[in-house]
């Protein structure tokens, strides 16, 4: 069974650029789970969609923004993009509830805003 | 809010020596516990997922316990090599809000 795909692996934009980032959850996964790591802040829950509905998120700007398509596959979506945006992008699949539900994370997206 | 430690931060031990991990985490309310490894500028492998009616959860030289009620989890690496070399996380899923809470992660070196 193919793993979590994401698409781009690495990004360099510049301030105030926007940028999509894709996930690809493992085949039967319905939930899609995105996270920012830093050196700084370690691991930040940005956002939760299952079944195409955000089910949690977490306590970022507007400028942050996702959704998942009708195939379980995600998009995340950084607006005006700030220094502060760099960051390795995480995205995590699962089957989507209770307490046998594992996460398995995809490869990250490097993002680097100049 | 559920908050999640780890200690060490950071560990260095001769190849052989067995790994002691610490997690605790504040609220008891949780689906489940999860340990992963990440390697640098990689994404995270899950290595053992104990639900909330389980106290260990066991895969090849790994072993994890867990306390709910003390709020802690332990993870054992049996006979260290350097290839255990990485950072562990752990990460508890709260039953309240649903969502998955990290500690920071106690990275491992593992010297020939």
């Known amino acids: 069974k193919a793993g979590v795909t994401q698409t781009p692996r690495y990004l360099i934009k510049t301030r105030g650029q926007q940028v999509t980032l894709s996930c690809s959850p493992i085949s039967g996964h319905r939930s899609v789970s995105w996270y920012q790591q830093t050196p700084g802040q370690g691991l930040q829950f940005l956002f939760e969609y299952f079944s195409e509905t955000q089910r949690n998120k977490g306590n970022f700007p507007g400028r942050f923004s996702g959704r998942q398509f009708s195939n379980s596959r995600s998009e995340m979506n950084v607006s005006t993009l700030e220094l502060g945006d760099s960051a390795l992008y995480l995205c995590a699949s699962s089957l989507g509830s209770g307490e046998h539900n594992e996460q398995f994370f995809g490869p990250g997206t490097r993002l680097t805003v100049l | 809010k559920q908050e999640v430690t780890q200690i060490p931060a950071a560990l260095s031990v001769p190849e052989g020596e067995n790994l002691v991990l610490n997690c605790s985490f504040t609220?008891?309310?949780?689906?489940?516990l999860q340990w992963f490894r990440q390697d640098p500028g990689k994404g995270l492998t899950s290595l053992l997922l104990?639900?909330?009616?389980?106290r260990e959860q066991t895969s090849g030289r790994l072993n994890a316990s867990l306390d709910k009620s003390s709020g802690r989890s332990t993870l054992y690496i049996a006979a260290s090599q350097p290839g255990d070399s990485a950072t562990y996380l752990c990460?508890?899923?709260?039953?309240?809000?649903?969502?998955?809470?990290f500690g920071a992660g106690t990275t491992v070196t593992v010297r020939a």
């Open positions: 990460a508890v899923r709260s039953s309240n809000d649903y969502k998955l809470s």
């Open positions: 609220d008891s309310a949780i689906y489940n």
């Open positions: 104990i639900q909330s009616s389980q």
